[in-house]
């Protein structure tokens, strides 16, 4: 495969459970980024990482968790999942950073918490 | 505040042109990004503007004011496959990028 790869592709979750979405991409690139959709509104960022071994915050980080061991993965993990988590969850990747270079993104995860 | 505006929606016709634009009000800008997006799937990159004017690529050609805080992106000889939402994005004085909500662009036959 070439690109990034989401897991899973959808899932219900019970509230207070705990999930991680997975991420990995094999184009090497260094910088990470994890994004929620919900209608009407743009893309959020929720976490970054610019290089291995980092992370940062976004825009929406309450909730959320990653860790970035190596080049490859990058997982988001919701601790204890509230109903207003439900979103279509995007990984993506860049060669740059985020404001100066083309982002590829995976196919999404969405996610539903009851 | 920062803020990125473009249309809910807009409707064309197959084999027209469509310009849908975008006004951004940010701190601290680099550029600003157009990404495609089909229903239910992942955006995809189409343009990045760092200087003032008109840049084509195809039926697809984007253009920058970076003075009035504006872009478009002009869609020519539109296809059915074309109907999709389209994502403004520009840069904030952290260096993220700020999303618009997108258009959705509907194209009738």
């Known amino acids: 495969i070439a690109g990034i790869t989401q897991a899973p592709t959808s899932q219900i979750l019970a509230a207070g459970r705990r999930m991680t979405l997975r991420c990995t991409q094999d184009m090497r690139h260094n910088a990470m980024y994890w994004y929620r959709q919900d209608l009407g509104l743009g893309l959020r960022l929720i976490h970054y990482s610019n290089t291995a071994g980092t992370t940062g915050k976004g825009e929406v980080p309450d909730g959320y968790s990653v860790s970035r061991a190596n080049t490859d993965d990058f997982p988001l993990t919701l601790a204890s999942a509230v109903p207003s988590q439900t979103s279509v969850y995007f990984c993506a990747s860049s060669d740059g950073t985020e404001d100066t270079g083309e982002l590829f993104f995976g196919e999404g995860s969405r996610l539903t918490v009851l | 505040g920062q803020n990125i505006d473009q249309p809910t929606e807009m409707t064309a016709t197959e084999g027209a042109i469509v310009q849908i634009n975008c006004t951004y009000q940010t701190s601290g800008f680099n550029g600003l990004f157009w990404y495609q997006q089909h229903a239910g799937e992942a955006p995809t990159f189409l343009s990045y503007?760092?200087l003032d004017g008109l840049e084509e690529k195809g039926r697809f050609s984007s253009f920058l004011s970076r003075s009035k805080g504006y872009s478009y992106l002009l869609l020519k000889e539109l296809q059915m496959k074309d109907s999709a939402s389209y994502l403004c994005?520009?840069?904030?004085?952290?260096?993220?990028?700020?999303w618009g909500a997108g258009t959705k662009l509907i194209i009738k036959p």
């Open positions: 994005a520009g840069t904030d004085s952290n260096y993220q990028l700020i």
């Open positions: 503007n760092v």
